[in-house]
């Protein structure tokens, strides 16, 4: 895969591209975050009167698109870690720690989305076994009616 800022990071750029690629990574992960506390407020309707298909279609959508932004920085959060810096000793501790900060964002809004999906697919799985249930005691009362 092409590395987002080409070769660019080997020259005396490299500081300047990794503070690009740094805020591209701490929108994102804004972003993310965003989404689980969106995504949050739709399954909280699953399975209630507010519960409509265009909610579920929603939250399948913002749901896609936050994996996709989570795999692309993943790749980004890659890429950081491999720009190699020129400057002195102090300036790549704090470039050092940056990246800290954005792994342990990062993990942070991934455990929130994960969490959320399980929440979603939870209620998701409920409704089925209740539809489920549903259907089988109306089979049982239709059919022992006819003995």
């Not at 399954?43 to 507010?50: D, F, R, S």
């Not at 991934?110 to 998701?124: G, H, P, S, T, V």
């Not at 489920?132 to 109306?138: G, L, N, R, V």
């Amino acid at each position: 895969m092409d590395s987002f800022y080409g070769n660019s990071y080997q020259s005396n750029g490299g500081e300047k591209d990794f503070q690009k690629l740094a805020q591209l990574i701490g929108t994102n992960i804004q972003k993310i975050s965003q989404n689980v506390s969106s995504m949050n407020r739709m399954v909280n309707q699953l399975n209630t009167v507010q519960d409509a298909t265009e909610v579920r279609k929603q939250l399948h959508q913002i749901s896609h698109y936050t994996q996709q932004l989570s795999k692309d920085t993943s790749h980004n959060l890659k890429e950081l870690s491999e720009i190699r810096s020129y400057s002195s000793q102090t300036d790549q501790r704090q470039l050092k720690i940056q990246k800290e900060r954005l792994a342990e964002s990062f993990t942070s809004a991934l455990n929130a989305f994960q969490a959320i999906q399980r929440k979603a697919y939870d209620k998701e799985k409920c409704r089925a076994n209740e539809t489920y249930k549903s259907i089988f005691i109306y089979w049982k009362i239709t059919s022992t009616t006819w003995f």
